[in-house]
C-alpha cells in the first residue's frame, strides 16, 4: 500500500517551497527584531516616541506573524513523506476460536481457508478480518475540538 | 557591515513613511492607485498557481492509478504497451443520463443504461485480462472505473483552468480554486482505492457485506439475483433472511432485485427489511460510527432504491437503515479497524432491533450494502467468528 487514511490532511509542499517559505520567515522575524530594537534606541534617545511607538507594534506583528507561519510550516509534511499503512489480517481457527495477527497477503478475503493449522488445536484456520491500523485523522480532531483522547 | 546597511535602510525607510511632506502623500497616493489596480490581477495570479499545482497533482494521481491497473492486468495475458493503448482509448468512456422531462419510465431507462455500462465494462476488462478469474475481473472493473473518474475529473478542472486564463474571468478561476480542496480529497480517495482494489483488500465500504458475512455466520448460500447471494439464520425465533452481494470480487449486484424476489418468495410473512451501508461522516464526527434511522440505505444511482422503496411501501414492510459513518476517503480505502469493529455493534442492533420489535415466526429481511471487494460469502463452517451474534445457522430456504 502506498498509504492511506485521512492521517495524510497534511498540506503537501516540495523542498523548494518550503525552502523559500522558511527563508521569508527567518526574513520578517530578523526585520521585525530590528525593528524592535530601532524603537528601543529611540526611546533610549528620547527621540519621537509616537514613531518609536509604532515601531514597536510593527516589530512584535511581525514577531507574531512569522511565529505563526512557523507553526503552519510544522504541520506541513513533505511530498516524498508517505507513511506506508499496515494492513493486517486476523486469522481464526474453525474449530477452536484461537486467533492471531499477522500482515495480509495478496489475495486474501475475509472468510477464506488459509491452509494454514491452528497451532493450539491444528484445526483449519481462516481469515476472520482484514484492516489498516490507523486512526491518525480522528486524533487530530479531537484536539482541534479539545477533546480527549479516545480510549 | 551588513547590520549597518540594513540599519541604514530601515531608517530611510521610516523617515520617508514617517514624514508629512507633499512628496510622500504623492508617492502614498500611487502606490495605492496601483495597489487598487494589480491586488486583483496578483490574487488572480495566485489562485492560478493554485490550479496549476491541483492539475499537477490530479495528472499524477491519474497516470498512477492508469499504471497500477495496467500493471495489474498485464499479469493476465496482454503486453503493457497493448494495454496501454487499450486503456488510453477507453478513458474518456462516459455515460448519458435519460431523458427527465418526460419522467415515466425514468428510472427503467436509467436502468438499462447502467445494464448497458456494466456490460460493457465487463467486456473490456474480459478483452483486456482474458486469463483472470471473475473474481479479478471484477477488481480490476473497480480499478478501471476509478481511472475513469479521475481522468473526468482532470479535465474539467483542466477546462476551467483553461477557460479562466484564456477569458480572464475572476468567477470561473475563482469557483474552481474554492472547490480544489474538496476535489482533491475526493481524486485522493479514487487514486488511493486503485491500490486497494488491485490488492483484494475490503474497503470501508465493504462493512456492509461484511455484516451480512457474520451474521450468516457459516449458513449456506445461494444466489438470488445479479451477483447478489442469501442465506437464512435464526434469530431468537426469527427468520433472518440475510442477503449480500457475491464476494470476493468488487461487485455491487442488484440488492433491489434480489429483495424484490424474496418478497414475493416468501409472501406477506416479511415484516421487515433492514438496510446497512456506510454513510458519509460530517467531520468531527467518529469513524465507525453507527447511526439508526428509516428508509432505503443505498448509494446507488436510482432504480436498486427505487426497487426498495416500492416494494416496501406496496406491501407495507418496515424499512430500517444502520449507517456506518466514515469519509469519502476511508469508504474507498482499504477499510479501518474502526469500521470493522463497528460492523459488530451493527449486528448487535439489528439483533436487539429484530428481538425487540418483531415476533418468533416473523421473517426480517437484512442487507448488507455496498462493494464486497475482500468479502467472501460464507464463514468456514465451525467458525466462531469474533463477533458472537448469538445467531444459529440454517441452510437457505429453498
Same mark, same amino acid.
Given at each position: 500500500?502506498?498509504?492511506? /487514511? ?16 522558511? =527563508? ?56 516524498? /513523506? ?39 488445536? /491444528? ?26 483522547? =479516545?480510549? | ?19 508629512? @511632506? &507633499?512628496?510622500? &502623500? ?56 497493448? *494495454? ?13 443520463? !435519460? ?15 447502467? %445494464? +448497458? ?25 473497480? $480499478? ?5 473518474? *479521475? ?11 483553461? *477557460? ?10 475563482? $469557483? ?14 479514487? &487514486? ?9 483488500? !475490503?474497503?470501508? %465500504? ?27 439464520? %435464526? ?51 467518529? @469513524? ?17 432504491? &427505487? ?20 469519509? !469519502? ?14 460492523? %459488530? ?27 464486497? +471487494? ?5 464463514? !468456514? ?18
Amino acid at each position: 500500500m502506498s498509504g492511506s /487514511g485521512e492521517r495524510e490532511q497534511r498540506r503537501e509542499v516540495s523542498v523548494g517551497h518550503l525552502a523559500l517559505l522558511m =527563508a521569508l520567515v527567518i526574513g520578517l522575524a530578523a526585520f521585525s527584531i530590528l525593528l524592535i530594537w530601532l524603537s528601543v534606541l529611540d526611546i533610549r534617545a528620547g527621540r519621537d516616541a509616537m514613531n518609536a511607538f509604532f515601531q514597536f507594534i510593527m516589530g512584535l506583528a511581525g514577531l507574531a506573524l512569522a511565529g505563526k507561519s512557523l507553526a503552519d510550516m510544522t504541520r506541513m509534511r513533505l511530498s516524498s /513523506g508517505e507513511k506506508p499503512v499496515e494492513v493486517v489480517s486476523v486469522i481464526q481457527c474453525v474449530d477452536c476460536g484461537h486467533s492471531a495477527e499477522r500482515n495480509f497477503s495478496d489475495g486474501e478475503y475475509v472468510g477464506m481457508l488459509t491452509g494454514e493449522r491452528c497451532p493450539e488445536c /491444528g484445526g483449519p484456520v481462516y481469515v476472520a478480518r482484514i484492516y489498516v491500523k490507523g486512526g491518525g485523522e480522528e486524533r487530530r480532531q479531537r484536539r482541534i475540538l479539545g477533546l480527549p483522547a =479516545a480510549a | 557591515m551588513m547590520a549597518r546597511a540594513a540599519w541604514g535602510l530601515s531608517s530611510f525607510l521610516l523617515q520617508q513613511g514617517g514624514g508629512d @511632506t &507633499w512628496l510622500n &502623500w504623492i508617492i502614498m497616493l500611487l502606490f495605492l492607485g496601483v495597489m487598487n489596480y494589480y491586488a486583483g490581477k496578483l490574487q488572480v495570479q495566485v489562485w492560478m498557481n493554485d490550479i496549476m499545482r491541483a492539475l499537477g497533482q490530479l495528472e499524477r494521481y491519474t497516470s498512477e492509478a492508469e499504471n497500477s491497473l495496467i500493471e495489474e492486468a498485464s499479469r493476465f495475458g496482454l503486453s503493457r504497451q497493448e *494495454l496501454s493503448k487499450r486503456v488510453r482509448g477507453f478513458k474518456s468512456f462516459f455515460e448519458i443520463a !435519460p431523458v427527465t422531462l418526460d419522467p415515466a419510465g425514468a428510472i427503467r431507462r436509467l436502468e438499462h443504461i447502467l %445494464d +448497458v455500462e456494466r456490460d460493457r465494462f465487463k467486456r473490456f476488462v474480459r478483452s483486456i485480462a482474458p486469463n483472470a478469474d471473475d473474481d479479478k475481473l471484477m477488481n480490476l472493473t473497480d $480499478q478501471l472505473a476509478g481511472v475513469i473518474m *479521475l481522468d473526468r475529473v482532470y479535465r474539467i478542472v483542466r477546462h476551467y483552468f483553461l *477557460l479562466g486564463k484564456k477569458t480572464q474571468n475572476l468567477i470561473y478561476i475563482a $469557483q474552481i480554486q474554492m472547490m480544489i480542496p474538496e476535489i482533491l480529497r475526493i481524486a485522493k480517495a479514487y &487514486w488511493k482505492s486503485a491500490d486497494a482494489f488491485r490488492k483484494g483488500v !475490503p474497503v470501508g %465500504d465493504s462493512v456492509g457485506p461484511l455484516v451480512a458475512l457474520r451474521l450468516l455466520d457459516g449458513a449456506q448460500t445461494r444466489e438470488i439475483a445479479e451477483d447478489v447471494i442469501y442465506g437464512e439464520v %435464526d434469530v431468537g425465533g426469527r427468520r433472518v433472511l440475510v442477503v449480500k452481494s457475491k464476494g470476493p470480487g468488487g461487485r455491487l449486484g442488484k440488492p433491489g432485485e434480489a429483495i424484490g424476489r424474496l418478497v414475493d418468495m416468501f409472501g406477506g410473512r416479511i415484516r421487515a427489511i433492514i438496510m446497512v451501508d456506510a454513510a458519509a461522516k460530517l467531520e468531527g464526527e467518529e @469513524t465507525g460510527e453507527v447511526a439508526e434511522g428509516v428508509g432505503a440505505a443505498i448509494g446507488d444511482p436510482g432504480p436498486e432504491k &427505487w426497487k426498495i422503496e416500492e416494494v416496501a411501501a406496496r406491501a407495507g414492510i418496515d424499512l430500517i437503515s444502520f449507517a456506518v459513518k466514515m469519509s !469519502p476517503l476511508e469508504a474507498l480505502t482499504p477499510m479501518t479497524r474502526e469500521v470493522d469493529s463497528a460492523a %459488530d455493534e451493527v449486528i448487535s442492533r439489528i439483533r436487539e432491533r429484530i428481538e425487540s420489535d418483531y415476533r418468533p415466526g416473523d421473517v426480517v429481511i437484512v442487507a448488507g450494502i455496498g462493494n464486497t +471487494v475482500g468479502v467472501g460469502n460464507e464463514i !468456514p463452517r465451525g467458525g466462531r467468528g469474533d463477533s458472537d451474534v448469538g445467531v444459529r445457522r440454517e441452510g437457505a430456504a429453498s
